[in-house]
């Protein structure tokens, strides 16, 4: 099973930006579909965004989509959140998710088809 570390999490402004890094080890991130999920207080963990494991396809939220862009690295095993014109809305816990099943579009939303976890980032939104 592959160990994920989030980091790159923080507080900033409105309208701010931030990348969030999901650094793997004990595989190679390259045989995992990756998504990012979020948890707000209070609230459910709900999905923000996946890529695949081939062909490096994206699929987001709608409530992210044109601000967030989720990417990978292979060769350093690491996956990415940008984060852009961030919204008090986004303050969240963020956690990203690795599986080596083929998901579908339906699927890949659903936190409970995800093997693996990292322990999170806290990203604060300030007005």
């Known amino acids: 099973q592959v160990q994920l570390v989030e980091s790159g999490g923080g507080l900033v402004q409105a309208g701010g930006s931030l990348r969030l890094s999901c650094a793997a080890s004990?595989?190679?991130?390259?045989?995992?579909?990756m998504a990012w999920f979020r948890q707000a207080p209070g609230k459910e963990r709900e999905f923000v965004a996946t890529?695949?494991?081939?062909?490096?396809?994206?699929y987001y939220t709608d409530s992210v989509k044109g601000r967030f862009t989720i990417s990978r690295d292979n060769a350093k095993n690491t996956v990415y959140l940008q984060m852009n014109s961030l919204k008090v809305e986004d303050t969240a816990v963020y956690y990203c998710?690795?599986?080596?099943?083929?998901?579908?579009?339906?699927?890949?939303?659903?936190?409970?088809?995800?093997?693996?976890w990292g322990q999170g980032t806290q990203v604060t939104v300030s007005s």
């Open positions: 004990g595989r190679t991130l390259s045989t995992y579909c």
């Open positions: 890529i695949t494991r081939s062909f490096g396809i994206t």
């Open positions: 998710a690795a599986v080596t099943r083929v998901l579908t579009i339906a699927t890949m939303r659903m936190l409970t088809n995800y093997d693996s």
